[in-house]
Structures are given as C-alpha cells and as structure tokens.
C-alpha cells in the first residue's frame, strides 16, 4: 500500500484513540491536540517502519512517551503541577437525564477524576487504555512494555482502588443523600 493511503488510512482508523489518550495524560484539549499532530507526524515520518497490524500499539505507545515528555518538561520549566482530570468528559456520551440525575452524574464523574489521580500512573494508563480507549490486554501489554499478567494484575488493582475511593464518597442507599427528590420536596 503506497506511503499516503496506509498513512490516511491509519489516521482514519486511530486519531480518535491518539487524542483520547493524549487528552487523558495532559488534562487539556489544547495540549492534546498538539500531542496527537505530533504522534501522527511521526507516523509519518516512520510509517514505512511501523507494521500495520502493530500500528495501534506503536501509536499508543508513540502517544504515552509524547506526553509524559511534555508532562516532564512543563514540570521542570514552569512547575506547573500534573493534569487533574483524567476522565474525557467530552467523549462520555449517556441520554441526558433529569436535574437530579445530571447532578449525581457529574458528582460522579469528579469522584471518578479524584480517584483515578490518585492511582499510580502505570495503574492509571491501563485502567484508562483497557477500560476508557477499549484496547486489548495484550496491545496494553505491548504499548506499555509489561508482561501481559503484570497488566491483567494492574488492571486489577486499579479497579479494586477505584471501587474502594468511589464505595467510601459515595452515599449508600441505607445512608441517602442530602438531595431531596421533587416529590419528597411537594409533600413537605
């Protein structure tokens, strides 16, 4: 396949993945935007080396390397502290629910953020790679350069710390919330 089709073609198929997962690292659309020009410019430049059927990990892995060299560089030069949030509200698509709901969701949704902050951040990329960009264990495996048990046990991990961090903030239902539902507000 010439150099301009198989590099079209790539880009069809993983510019999503490569923005998703910038976008995860650094905690800004901007940023992320510039970090996936940046990988598929290298795609470009490497795309003859890079095996089709490998071309998502190699991108991933491409994507993770981009951002983490940014994230060490604004660290060292402007002390900036890392990106809050990891979870990409923008690509998070549900039926808008009512007020209420929209509320709790959004309560949720910054739980989620605080919560995968504080895993580490091999713990975090496979949770958000598996869980969040839909890879599979063994593309995870190799993108991330760890055996495919270690990621199956990492994977784990996460989603134990994740269940623990949100079960702990958040209210159960035998200890309701300080929300009060339209109708439990019409009765009183």
Request: proline share 6%; aromatic share 6%; hydrophobic share 35%.
């Amino acid at each position: 396949m010439p150099k301009t089709l198989q590099f079209k073609a790539l880009c069809h198929l993983y510019s999503d993945d490569v923005y998703r997962y910038a976008r995860h690292l650094l905690g800004s659309a901007a940023d992320a935007e510039d970090a996936a020009q940046e990988v598929l410019l290298k795609l470009w430049h490497h795309g003859a080396a890079v095996n089709p059927f490998k071309a998502r990990s190699w991108l991933m892995q491409t994507t993770r390397n981009h951002c983490l060299d940014q994230l060490r560089r604004r660290q060292r030069h402007h002390h900036e502290p890392l990106p809050e949030s990891d979870f990409d509200h923008d690509n998070a698509r549900a039926p808008e629910p009512d007020p209420l709901e929209s509320t709790e969701l959004a309560d949720l949704r910054n739980e989620l953020d605080r919560a995968l902050q504080q895993l580490p951040e091999t713990q975090r990329s496979i949770f958000v790679l598996i869980e969040i960009n839909g890879l599979r264990y063994r593309e995870v495996a190799t993108t991330l350069d760890l055996p495919l048990n270690t990621v199956k046990v990492y994977l784990r991990r996460a989603r134990e710390a994740l269940q623990g961090h949100l079960s702990r903030h958040r209210p159960s239902p035998s200890n309701p919330s300080n929300h009060e539902s339209a109708s439990e507000k019409a009765h009183a």
